[in-house]
């Protein structure tokens, strides 16, 4: 990757990012911390990795997205809304009654979201019907689910783990956002769930690590997701919780909730300060 | 009727599996290692490559089915109905029903004619648990000619599906030369001016000889099945609330949530008339054979003549 590339990546991390505290912050509620940690991930996702057009969410052979941490809804729109999906103004309606940006993402109702999710332990198994029916198609697309550390404590999780080895959906790559921190405290603290790169490893899956907020990194992760054969792929991704709002980072109580005004304009000061830089380095 | 042919609606489901498949190239069948005993596994025969058998995995089972939906296949989805609509409720209400997902639930040995295996797997709320999800559509076939009618229409409906299905064997009185099974819509088998019996799956054809049994006192029914309890057909409800003044329910589920209280919703609202509620009662079956579980639980003939008859008197009085 050239240092434009990662400049580009990062520049629109911090977009998303800027997305995410409008959307939430218009809220009023909401799950930011989940969110800013999944935010370059995302940015790989859909301005490097994935197949897909906004100009035509429904094009059959895009590649799938599904976003089995459904609370950090606010990534995934912020990131629809900057790859053009729809107008960046939809945020500030975030949750509002009558918006099309649901709390939780709505397939119905929201261009470019695959899959309805929210209740958390179900979009893998989502992720795994969509990898397995396009496999029988023979379409080659691939479908890229995001999970959290702390979702992994649900059962169903480990279902679609061994299904999708059974199976042997290599077209499906989850990746776990893995920040370390639920509603209740440290995921530690409250129903350990590690080592996950073994356990996913004992379920057979092909297993990568790598820091969630390293380009490079990332990229090798989902290289190495695409070249392997016969098992799905599980990145294990160390993530910071919160990651690009200096009060935010790591502290549980901002898994879920709101910027007041003060605080709203203090992380939008920090993430424009970074937008503006990496602008003019893109613009060189 | 002695020599009426008897067939599980869990065998019309498979064999309509194996049937349509060839019609329908989306068609996927799923399992949870049920498949002998649900009989998707004629189809595992018949197609193996398109059967998957998720393990003993349930809410994985209703997961991958809504991911096949939404990309464009249409999977049934088998289990007994215990563990799709019990054990697997918020996965079918949250990944199938909120986006409307065209997933197929094949749930067998509904009600309390599982019989030996006893309370755990007798699933008498499963109709209850399905009405509550908007959008859900819940078909209850009454015997072979309607479940295998019903599958197809299933596959051709927009949307979820919960289709439930027996264990035990079934009269065929439907016949398959002339039945045409229309989605939504209740069938009157039997006209009659004193009451009307509305009933569905395996206590339609019970309803059918309380009928016979009413008519040599002199009391003469309307007997109505409703194999689509949701949407449900309140036109063919609300003519026989109009027509009879009197309502007897009958099913083969609790007599909470399920037909007796779809009825009751229907006519409460628009041409209030006693409603009588027929099914198991707030109440675990037990183990037992289905035939003797039926009877004791009052799920007979003779049971529903003699409530209809009770209700009809005191209506007279």
Excluded at chain 1, 56 to 77: I, M, Q, T
Excluded at chain 1, 121 to 136: F, H, R, T, V
Excluded at chain 2, 61 to 84: E, H, K, N, R, W
Excluded at chain 2, 179 to 194: A, H, I, T
Aim: charged fraction near 20%; include cysteine.
């Amino acid at each position: 990757m050239t240092i434009w590339q990662k400049n580009e990546l990062k520049l629109n991390a911090e977009r998303i990012r800027a997305g995410i505290v409008r959307g939430v912050y218009a809220a009023k509620s909401g799950h930011p911390g989940g969110s800013l940690s999944s935010a370059d991930i995302m940015a790989y996702l859909y301005l490097t990795e994935m197949r897909h057009n906004p100009k035509n969410p429904k094009w059959e052979d895009r590649d799938r997205f599904v976003l089995s941490k459904g609370h950090a809804a606010p990534v995934l729109y912020a990131t629809l809304a900057n790859a053009g999906y729809f107008a960046e103004t939809e945020l500030d309606n975030l949750r509002h009654t009558g918006a099309m940006l649901q709390g939780h993402p709505d397939m119905k109702h929201t261009p470019g979201v695959d899959m309805s999710t929210g209740s958390l332990g179900q979009g893998l198994s989502a992720a795994c019907g969509i990898a397995l029916a396009e496999k029988l198609k023979g379409t080659g697309v691939r479908v890229y689910a995001v999970l959290g550390d702390g979702e992994c404590q649900e059962g169903q999780i480990w279902e679609a783990a061994a299904f999708a080895k059974h199976r042997e959906l290599d077209n499906l790559c989850a990746l776990v956002d893995n920040n370390g921190m639920q509603i209740d405290g440290t995921v530690a603290e409250v129903s350990g769930i590690e080592p996950l790169d073994i356990k996913f490893e004992a379920f057979g899956w092909n297993v990568v690590k790598t820091d969630a907020h390293d380009f490079d990194g990332i990229e090798a992760a989902y290289k190495a997701a695409r070249e392997c054969k016969g098992k799905p792929t599980a990145i294990i991704a160390s993530s910071t919780k919160g990651k690009g709002v200096s009060f935010m980072e790591n502290q549980v109580s901002w898994h879920g909730s709101a910027p007041n005004k003060e605080q709203f304009e203090q992380a939008m000061e920090e993430i424009t300060k970074r937008i503006d830089a990496l602008e003019k380095e893109v613009a060189k | 009727m002695a020599d009426m042919q008897k067939k599980a609606t869990r065998q019309s489901y498979g064999e309509s599996l194996v049937a349509l498949f060839p019609k329908y190239p989306n068609l996927v069948v799923l399992d949870a290692d049920l498949a002998a005993a649900t009989q998707t596994v004629m189809f595992k025969k018949a197609y193996p490559e398109r059967f998957f058998d998720v393990g003993i995995a349930e809410g994985n089972l209703i997961g991958v089915a809504a991911g096949l939906a939404a990309s464009g296949m249409i999977p049934f989805a088998s289990t007994f109905a215990m563990f799709a609509a019990g054990r697997a409720f918020e996965q079918i209400r949250n990944s199938v029903g909120y986006p409307h997902l065209p997933v197929k639930i094949g749930a067998t040995h509904a009600g309390i004619s599982v019989g030996e295996d006893g309370a755990t797997h007798q699933c008498n709320e499963d109709i209850a648990l399905m009405r509550v999800i908007p959008g859900m559509t819940i078909i209850n076939p009454a015997d072979d000619t309607e479940a295998k009618q019903a599958v197809e229409a299933a596959i051709l409906h927009n949307g979820p599906v919960y289709m439930r299905f027996g264990r035990l064997a079934a009269p065929i009185f439907n016949d398959p030369a002339t039945y045409k099974f229309e989605l939504g819509k209740g069938v009157l088998l039997k006209d009659g001016s004193d009451l009307t019996i509305i009933a569905t799956g395996l206590m339609v054809w019970e309803a059918m000889t309380a009928a016979e049994l009413l008519k040599n006192d002199g009391i003469s029914a309307r007997v109505i099945n409703i194999h689509t309890i949701k949407p449900i057909d309140e036109d063919i409800i609300l003519k026989a609330a109009a027509d009879t003044r009197l309502i007897v329910t009958a099913e083969e589920h609790s007599i909470i949530g399920g037909l007796g209280e779809a009825v009751c919703g229907v006519v409460s609202a628009k041409n209030p008339v006693p409603v009588v509620r027929i099914g198991i009662n707030d109440e675990y079956g037990i183990s037992g054979p289905a035939v003797e579980l039926l009877l004791k639980f009052g799920l007979s003939a003779a049971n529903i003549a003699a409530k209809a008859k009770a209700a009809f008197d005191s209506k007279a009085r």
